[in-house]
């Protein structure tokens, strides 16, 4: 029961994801062939919002739902992986129309035929995962 404001949270995101046209293919093809500006909007009101509840996070020394002190690591600045995932997960999303996130928002919609997508995502994530150790981070 503790976690139900976490699962009202998500039923209401996924409601205004579908409801602002999120998951849908043709604003994600618009936006891969430059025509509408509606998703490059969203995704920059994503970034603006991060930076700042960052910010928040940082400034008011949060804690997680365990208690723990929420802290933030210094990351490797090498952009060679961020470019290598950034393309992979791009090439990704304009093949099947859909990032991981909307996945499940997709079949809640009733969209069936995303478990194909979900399957593809479950095996990528496997494939990462016995790999990790061999790849650059």
């Known amino acids: 029961m503790q976690y139900f404001k976490f699962i009202a949270l998500g039923i209401v995101f996924g409601i205004v994801m579908v409801k602002a046209e999120i998951i849908s293919w043709f604003r994600i093809f618009e936006m891969f062939s430059f025509q509408s500006f509606h998703m490059y909007g969203i995704i920059g009101s994503a970034v603006i919002l991060g930076v700042i509840g960052t910010y928040l996070l940082k400034r008011s020394k949060a804690k997680s739902i365990y208690g723990d002190e929420i802290v933030f690591v210094p990351k490797n600045k090498s952009i060679t992986r961020y470019l290598a995932g950034g393309i992979i997960f791009g090439l990704g999303w304009a093949l099947v129309g859909a ?7 997709l079949l809640g919609a009733g969209y069936l035929p995303v478990l194909v997508i979900l399957f593809g995502a479950l095996i990528g994530t496997l494939l990462y995962g016995v790999t990790r150790s061999k790849l650059p981070h």
């Not at 990032?99 to 928002?105: D, E, K, Q």
């Open 99 to 105: 990032c991981p996130g909307p996945i499940f928002v």
